[in-house]
């Protein structure tokens, strides 16, 4: 057979090599509860995803679909391991710290939301921001009224801070 039809990366992986581990971050693993109930569920589900697929022992593609399940789990698992739950209800509701809901307002007068979560939470589509971004540790630390820049690959922009609040 040509080489042209191997998919080579199945091939490797059936040779025996393993999918590389997924980079664990070196920064503590703080998590809201809410990040840490989306690490247990995203395990459990991992776990029975693994459970089906095993059963599927004469299935070529769910043998290639095993070691990346693995490999997923193997990096939920250090996540959960290293979690350091955060309780924002605990945090000074007066600064903005992590865990903190911020409402600001940017040079143009437009308003904007975000929430400062762990890494692994973390998703700009919903606001939620890193506790290790440049936005948030422009925030960080920060009360009411204060202004800070925020250094942007597009250009640094201002924000005050208009409201800080912690759910939980």
């Not at 990366?9 to 059936?14: G, K, S």
């Amino acid at each position: 057979m040509s080489r042209a039809f191997v998919n080579e990366e199945r091939f490797e992986q059936a040779g025996g090599e393993e999918l590389v581990d997924r980079p664990v971050s070196q920064h503590p693993n703080y998590v809201t509860p809410t990040g840490a109930l989306e690490l247990q569920t995203l395990e459990e589900s991992l776990s029975s995803e693994l459970e089906t697929l095993k059963s599927k022992a004469d299935d070529t593609f769910a043998k290639d679909k095993v070691a990346e399940v693995e490999r997923d789990l193997r990096y939920v698992l250090s996540r959960l391991d290293s979690a350091i739950l955060v309780d924002p209800e605990k945090q000074d509701h007066e600064k903005v710290l992590f865990g903190a809901t911020i409402e600001v307002e940017d040079n143009d007068g437009t308003q904007h939301t975000f929430h400062i979560v762990g890494e692994d939470e973390a998703n700009a589509a919903i606001n939620k921001v890193s506790y290790v971004s440049p936005l948030a540790k422009a925030l960080i630390g920060q009360k009411i009224g204060d202004t800070v820049t925020w250094q942007r690959p597009a250009g640094n922009t201002t924000l005050t801070i208009l409201d800080i609040h912690y759910q939980r």
